[in-house]
């Protein structure tokens, strides 16, 4: 059983006559009043809580409840936080997995977008240089025409120059006829 303060008894008033107190309440009436209503509300609450330890206990009894499967299952519980806790972290991991994964991608899609401007900038580098080797053939071509026609134009003055001689020792050969 439960221990608890006793309540004080009341005293009773005395009858009616002019020697006893008065027949009107006093300020101070409602207080042992207030207080025998919390002493009865705490017995009460006391009675519950003992009836609540006693269906506690039977529900023990009934359902084989031991302090050793208690200490059993509290294991289990502990086991379980446990557990939880341990996937929590592997999950926070696996999130840290695939944000670095995502950011390994993100760096592999830039570099893949670098490979094709390198690529891109190779092809018009080559285009650039097959338009160079095709401008250096054609100088290369112009100036082979443009020797093949000074050798044609030396060829032709040479020609000239000996046509011109020639011409000079015929008229210098018929100029002694002349003169005779």
Do not use: M, N
Not at 102 to 119: G, I, P, Y
């Amino acid at each position: 059983r439960a221990k608890g303060k006793k309540g004080k008894k009341k005293k009773k008033g005395g009858g009616a006559g002019a020697a006893g107190p008065s027949q009107e309440p006093e300020e101070g009436a409602e207080a042992p009043s207030e207080a025998d209503a919390a002493e009865a509300a705490k017995k009460a609450e006391e009675a519950r809580l003992l009836q609540l330890l006693a269906t506690l206990t039977e529900e023990r009894i009934r359902f084989g409840i031991t302090a050793e499967s208690q200490a059993a299952a509290s294991a289990e519980v502990a086991k379980a936080v446990r557990l939880d806790a341990e996937a929590d972290e592997a999950d926070e991991e696996a999130d840290a997995d695939e944000e670095e994964e995502a950011a390994a991608e993100a760096a592999l899609a830039e570099v893949e977008v670098a490979r094709a401007e390198a690529r891109a900038a190779r092809a018009e580098a080559k285009a650039a240089l097959d338009k160079a080797q095709a401008a250096l053939e054609g100088i290369e071509t112009a100036l082979e025409e443009a020797a093949a026609a000074a050798d044609a134009r030396r060829a032709a003055a040479a020609a000239s120059r000996a046509r011109a001689a020639a011409a000079r020792r015929a008229a210098d050969a018929a100029e002694p006829h002349r003169d005779a």
